[in-house]
């Protein structure tokens, strides 16, 4: 099986489905107390209308959101 594909199954495992069909994982750091990883926005799911617009900025949705999710290797995770 092919790397990313077994990434991206792990991805699909861990994240609930929006998260893993809109975002793809751009950073993982571990920190001695907690584990952060990082999201990015999509460019492909943009609709094509919208790419000839100036005003348009990919931001995640909204304003960078962190969430908590659940802990691993006894850590909690941080989104």
Do not use: A
């Not at 929006?18 to 975002?23: K, Q």
């Not at 926005?41 to 000839?52: A, D, F, G, H, W």
């Not at 100036?54 to 941080?78: M, T």
């Amino acid at each position: 099986m092919e790397t990313m594909t077994i990434l991206q199954s792990l991805v699909n495992v861990l994240f609930p489905t929006d998260i893993s069909f809109h975002f793809e994982v751009s950073m993982v750091q571990e920190y001695p107390d907690w584990i952060e990883i990082r999201m990015e926005e999509l460019q492909e799911l943009v609709p094509e209308k919208l790419y000839s617009k100036e005003e348009v900025v990919l931001d995640g949705f909204c304003n960078p959101l962190e969430l908590q999710s659940f802990p691993l290797k006894g850590k909690p995770v941080y989104l």
